[in-house]
């Protein structure tokens, strides 16, 4: 079955402990995203990969990290956790499609993360 | 990053009833647009692109007006599970995608 599979699906820590929350897809699509979505503000991103080790920052880099040494895998890696990272987390994928643009997004089920 | 605007809603709506949603986007580079349906507490799911002649899927219809810089999306006949928001999103191309805020549609028997 074609999925993108995050975990953890629920998490609650404590400030400044690392932590990451894994991305995974099988179905071998170029574009990996993380978006976060909070109350009000709707879905905005946080970082993208168009392939493996190309990543770039997206509206709301600052406090997390990513990287992309699989094509199926793209961690979200937050350093230092704080209190305004407790939001809920979404990773998708999608293919690439000849224009340039992305086809259909794919997203996880999320990954609602609290920062005590 | 260029904005994505919507009626947040929601709109409460009987159903059978037929329902309009708009959406405006202020980047007039943009060249694909889309909506995506977000159940509570779910994640969001593609409903249907949206093409330049307009397009239409069972009882939903999307509308591009490239002059006025808007879409739109018309449910017709609305269900029970129709209920949903939904979620306008334009891509200014190579993967800059922006999405709208949404708007909650409610349908109720």
């Known amino acids: 079955e074609a999925q993108v599979t995050q975990n953890p699906r629920y998490l609650i820590t404590v400030t400044g402990k690392k932590l990451t929350v894994t991305c995974s897809q099988n179905?071998?699509?170029?574009?990996m995203s993380w978006y976060r979505q909070d109350p009000g503000l709707g879905l905005r991103q946080i970082y993208y990969?168009?392939?493996?080790?190309?990543?770039d920052k997206g509206d709301v880099p600052e406090g997390y990290k990513v990287s992309r040494k699989e094509k199926r895998n793209f961690p979200l890696i937050l350093e230092s956790p704080s209190p305004n990272q407790t939001s809920l987390y979404f990773c998708?994928?999608?293919?690439?499609?000849?224009?340039?643009?992305?086809?259909?997004?794919?997203f996880g089920e999320g990954s609602r993360l609290t920062v005590l | 990053r260029k904005e994505v605007e919507q009626d947040p809603g929601p709109f409460n709506v009987p159903e059978g009833a037929t329902v309009a949603f708009n959406c405006t986007y202020s980047?007039?580079?943009?060249?694909?647009f889309f909506w995506y349906r977000q159940d509570c507490r779910k994640e969001p799911k593609l409903l249907m692109s949206?093409?330049?002649s307009g397009n239409e899927d069972g009882r939903f219809t999307a509308q591009l007006n490239r002059a006025s810089q808007y879409i739109s999306l018309l449910i017709r006949d609305s269900k029970l599970s129709d209920s949903a928001t939904y979620l306008c999103?334009?891509?200014?191309?190579?993967?800059?995608?922006?999405f709208g805020k949404g708007t909650m549609l409610l349908v109720s028997p």
């Open positions: 998708a994928s999608s293919l690439i499609v000849a224009s340039g643009h992305t086809g259909e997004l794919f």
């Open positions: 179905m071998n699509h170029e574009y």
């Open positions: 990969s168009m392939n493996v080790e190309v990543t």
């Open positions: 980047n007039s580079a943009s060249q694909s």
């Open positions: 949206v093409y330049s």
């Open positions: 999103v334009v891509s200014t191309g190579y993967s800059t995608l922006t």
